[in-house]
């Protein structure tokens, strides 16, 4: 991923996690990620992003890590 400090993806699913050096770094992949047709859905923390195709994986890490969904007006995100 594009300014990713780390990446690493889970065996057997579309989830991935990605960490970053920097905050500007993050925004990055979120303002590229904002400006493409097809938007990522993804949980933020602090310099960390998870990475899914699946909202529900998103919802369920978020209750052990913490972080934003986002984009957070997401219709995906909409049964939270």
């Known amino acids: ?23 500007a770094d993050l925004d990055g992949l979120l303002q590229l990620n904002a400006a493409s047709p097809e938007t990522g859905l993804f949980l933020v923390g602090d310099l960390w992003v998870v990475g899914s195709e699946n909202p529900k994986d998103l919802l369920t890490a978020q209750t052990d890590m913490g972080g934003e969904l986002w984009p957070a007006d997401s219709p995906f995100f909409e049964s939270k």
């Open 1 to 23: 991923m594009s300014g990713s400090f780390e990446s690493g993806v889970c065996r057997n699913s579309e989830n991935g996690l990605n960490t970053f050096a920097t905050q």
